[in-house]
């Protein structure tokens, strides 16, 4: 631990601490914006770089993860408030000993998904080595940092535990989700071992990456609104949770001193943003189904909350976007306190890298306003 402690002081001074500062409540002068998915197929320069590499090799190559997480950084100079690392939510399965592959233009794909109980047995690892199977994550979390310059705080991340489960079981995206919810009503205790197994290696992933220089996390539990209420109270929310509750106790003794504040986005998991705001993270991400004022009621000041334009909106007119910007950063209190501007979810291989300006400087003047 000493020499990490070390390692992290030697890394380039921050120039730009706002998401750091309004992520852990404080007053600002305008609301830090970032966009998930910032990085990836609707830019350009991604392509060229991908070069038509696999997805997998890209996250596994620094020297690549970091140009690629720099690049929506650089483009959107002055814009953007925070970088997130390159990567995908899907390498915790592949650390668990899933092969997991990434179909061009399809997304991915589990060959032999989890199916029985002795799938589980057989192909899961339970006593994962998080430094050594994810050595090449936190190598390129360290070489960002460094290219990174202080420019802006690095994000580290991981996806929820019920949406990786889900990847496993279903073997890919799913619109219906039967192997899962097959597996949670029929096998509930086996699916609750996994889950809790998964929230152990999430775990153990953030706090290193921390420790490899990242400067504050989020977990994605995209899947998170595809259970009820009472299924999110039982598959989901007691292992978000965990992770908020273990992670800082992993990173005192890792000798990490500072507050590192954590993130959680739970795509659809509207009835739950009360409990989620008392669920031990900073700040819940929200997604465009929610009314920005009545999330702010609902949520009373207790932490910060992110989002959640509909991403649709960037294929509209520069004025709609605009408008909508405005709305938003108003319905959020005008966005000087517990407010980060985000989209709803991530951007589409669709998008015009023009139109995600204007919606990135939209947001600044209404926000310094
Ligand atoms: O800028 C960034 O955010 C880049 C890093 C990043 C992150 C945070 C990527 C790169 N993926 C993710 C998270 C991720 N991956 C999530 C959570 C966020 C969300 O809900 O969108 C999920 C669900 C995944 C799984 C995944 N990986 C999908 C979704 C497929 C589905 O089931 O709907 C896809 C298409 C990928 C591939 C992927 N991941 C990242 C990129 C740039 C790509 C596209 C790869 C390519 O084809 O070039």
């Given amino acids: 631990t000493t020499t990490t402690q070390v390692s992290r002081k030697s890394f380039p001074a921050l120039k730009n601490d706002l998401i750091l500062r309004c992520a852990k409540g404080e007053k600002v002068e305008r609301p830090p914006c970032w966009i998930m998915r910032q990085a990836g197929r609707y830019l350009p320069e991604y392509h060229e770089v991908k070069d038509g590499r696999d997805f997998f090799e890209c996250c596994r190559n620094p ?31 592949q650390a ?52 990174l310059d202080g420019e802006v705080p690095l994000f580290g991340f991981c996806g929820g535990p019920y949406t990786l489960l889900t990847y496993m079981i279903e073997g890919g995206g799913s619109k219906i989700f039967r192997f899962v919810k097959e597996w949670i009503n029929s096998k509930p205790e086996l699916s609750h071992r996994i889950l809790d197994k998964i ?31 009472s299924d999110f109270d039982e598959f989901s929310l007691p292992y978000l949770k965990k992770i908020a509750t273990k992670v800082p106790i992993r990173l005192q003794e890792l000798g990490i001193k500072e507050k590192i504040p954590m993130i959680v986005f739970s795509k659809g998991s509207w009835y739950a943003l009360d409990k989620l705001c008392n669920s031990g993270y900073d700040c819940v991400s929200l997604d465009w ?22 991403p649709g909106v960037i294929y509209g007119t520069d004025e709609i976007i605009k408008s909508k910007v405005a709305k938003m950063i108003s319905g959020f209190g005008g966005g000087k306190q517990h407010y980060i501007v985000n989209l709803g979810h991530g951007t589409h291989p669709f998008m015009d890298t023009e139109k995600i300006r204007v919606f990135l400087e939209e947001c600044h003047k209404i926000g310094s306003q």
């Fill in 63 to 93: 020297e690549i993860a970091s140009e690629l997480t720099i690049q929506p950084i650089r483009r959107y100079k002055n814009l953007i408030d925070a970088a997130i690392i390159f990567s995908d939510i899907l390498v915790i399965p």
């Fill in 96 to 147: 668990m000993g899933m092969e997991v592959v990434m179909l061009e233009g399809k997304g991915p794909h589990f060959p032999n998904p989890l199916r029985t109980e002795e799938d589980a047995i057989e192909i899961l690892n339970y006593k994962v080595d998080v430094l050594q199977s994810l050595d090449w994550a936190f190598k390129a979390i360290t070489m960002t940092r460094y290219r």
């Fill in 199 to 229: 929230s152990d290696v999430a775990i153990e992933f953030l706090s290193q990456q921390v420790v490899a220089g990242a400067q504050i996390l989020q977990v994605f539990e995209s899947w998170g609104g595809e259970l009820g209420s």
């Fill in 289 to 310: 189904l929610w009314d920005p004022k009545e999330a702010v009621k609902i949520n009373n000041g207790r932490i910060t909350l992110q989002g959640n334009l509909d």
